[in-house]
């Protein structure tokens, strides 16, 4: 049974960065993707980013230029380092683990979620 803690989250003024971490136990991430998704208040959770074990990266089209995502494969931890904060970026981000090894966009293409951490951007 894998289990994803995430951390890093916070209050930041617009511009400002934080970095999230997904730490997994219980098992391995392997080759399956690992993702990351937002949700705010009175929206559905939306994919934000993704990353293959091959290293095949996406970034929805909001976050390009400002976030990025790394994985540890040895250290079972997944980031996502996210720059230029915006005031729209404000919501609970989960991680979560593909069922496969490819990418998944939707959240049914993930099996396993964090239980998420809040970003708060200030205007």
């Given at each position: 049974q894998v289990q994803l803690v995430e951390s890093g989250g916070g209050l930041v003024q617009a511009g400002g960065s934080l970095r999230l971490s997904c730490a997994a136990?219980?098992?391995?991430?392997?080759?399956?993707?690992?993702?990351?998704?937002?949700?705010a208040p009175g929206k559905e959770r939306e994919f934000v980013s993704g990353i293959t074990y091959g290293g095949t990266i996406y970034y929805e089209d909001s976050v390009k230029?400002?976030?990025?995502?790394?994985r540890?494969?040895?250290?079972?931890?997944?980031?996502?380092?996210?720059?230029?904060?915006?005031?729209?970026?404000t919501a609970v981000y989960y991680c979560a683990r593909a069922r496969?090894?490819?990418?998944?966009?939707?959240?049914?293409?993930?099996?396993?979620?964090?239980?998420?951490?809040?970003?708060t951007v200030s205007s």
């Amino acid at each position: 049974q894998v289990q994803l803690v995430e951390s890093g989250g916070g209050l930041v003024q617009a511009g400002g960065s934080l970095r999230l971490s997904c730490a997994a136990s219980g098992g391995i991430l392997g080759i399956y993707a690992m993702g990351w998704f937002r949700q705010a208040p009175g929206k559905e959770r939306e994919f934000v980013s993704g990353i293959t074990y091959g290293g095949t990266i996406y970034y929805e089209d909001s976050v390009k230029g400002r976030f990025t995502i790394s994985r540890d494969n040895a250290k079972k931890t997944v980031y996502l380092q996210m720059n230029s904060l915006k005031p729209e970026d404000t919501a609970v981000y989960y991680c979560a683990r593909a069922r496969n090894p490819a990418m998944g966009y939707t959240a049914a293409s993930y099996d396993y979620w964090g239980q998420g951490t809040q970003v708060t951007v200030s205007s």
